[in-house]
């Protein structure tokens, strides 16, 4: 994410926050909440889940507003707080044998190729009937059914990347692996996710000759 | 000569424009031939175009006056805790 420095009254209201003016939290709890509660939910996948990560970032965030330094903006600095939190909670409801399960799982969404390297299915191009779907209702339920679909370590990596806008860098620290790890599994996210939509979509894609 | 699955490897990099030049002239020859490749790449960028826009804008619901009030009324026991403790 961009790293904008804070302006003169972003200066005066974190200034208000550290003298501990109730207003200045108030306003900050009250402007900031629909943007963090959407991160939370984003990562989470569940409301309650969510409520609470925003909570613990207000928490926290009301805790270190002394060491806030001003190098970035005050919301890029509370978005990591977010992210962090739900991430944090994330990981106390899961455990590792689960994520390698998921790993596993993946391969199944990836594209297959034939020995002599063409795709092992018919490509169809529905980009086009998908325009349609970028207007719709509909599309709500299919991109969230889709992202549900993607094992829990690649959603987080392409909601931090791609929805989130953090760099490789920020990510990957973000979920503790290195950023050749969140690379790879970016890629094989925005691939599987890819399959998922031409399903939901209902273009299907038959199989040919599969050598894997 | 790259094949299907060259370019699915180097997908990414041809969108963000970090492919070396050869290998981008070969990447963008093989598009010009392979209908395949073209159908996959258009998808692909319209699934990354679906899932931003969508993502962005539908989970913007506002937090219940319940969940602010919790925050609020957090920051205030911290609050309190600090006094009686100094």
């Not at chain 1, 507003?65 to 919301?75: E, Q, R």
């Not at chain 1, 590792?96 to 063409?118: V, Y």
């Not at chain 1, 325009?131 to 829990?152: C, I």
């Not at chain 2, 919790?70 to 006094?83: C, H, P, Q, V």
């Amino acid at each position: 994410m961009g790293e904008p420095r804070a302006s003169g009254s972003e200066t005066s209201f974190v200034a208000a926050l550290r003298t501990g003016d109730a207003a200045a939290y108030e306003r900050l709890v009250r402007e900031e909440s629909p943007r963090l509660l959407a991160v939370t939910r984003r990562i989470l996948r569940n409301e309650d889940d969510a409520r609470d990560a925003l909570q613990d970032a207000f928490i926290q965030a009301f805790r270190n507003i002394s060491s806030f330094a001003g190098a970035s903006k005050l919301s890029t600095w509370l978005h990591r707080i977010a992210v962090n939190a739900a991430l944090m909670k994330l990981r106390t409801r899961k455990r590792q044998a689960e994520d390698e399960l998921e790993e596993a799982a993946i391969e199944k969404a990836l594209p297959t190729f034939s020995a002599d390297g063409h795709w092992a299915f018919a490509c169809r191009d529905w980009s086009k009937s998908a325009d349609g779907l970028l207007q719709a209702r509909e599309t709500r339920e299919l991109v969230r059914s889709a992202l549900d679909a993607l094992p829990t370590q690649h959603r987080l990596v392409l909601v931090l990347r791609d929805i989130e806008e953090m760099d490789t860098q920020e990510a990957a620290t973000a979920l503790g692996i290195s950023e050749t790890a969140c690379k790879v599994r970016l890629h094989r996210a925005r691939h599987a996710l890819r399959t998922h939509l031409a399903e939901r979509i209902g273009d299907a894609e038959p199989l040919r000759k599969t050598t894997r | 000569m790259l094949r299907c699955r060259d370019i699915y490897e180097f997908l990414d990099a041809y969108i963000e424009r970090t492919l070396p030049f050869l290998v981008r002239v070969k990447f963008a020859l093989h598009l010009l031939r392979c209908a395949a490749c073209r159908a996959y790449l258009a998808t692909y960028l319209k699934t990354r175009e679906i899932v931003v826009r969508s993502s962005v804008s539908n989970d913007l619901g506002e937090p219940p006056e319940e969940l602010i009030q919790a925050i609020l009324g957090s920051r205030e026991t911290m609050t309190e805790e600090r006094s009686s403790e100094s």
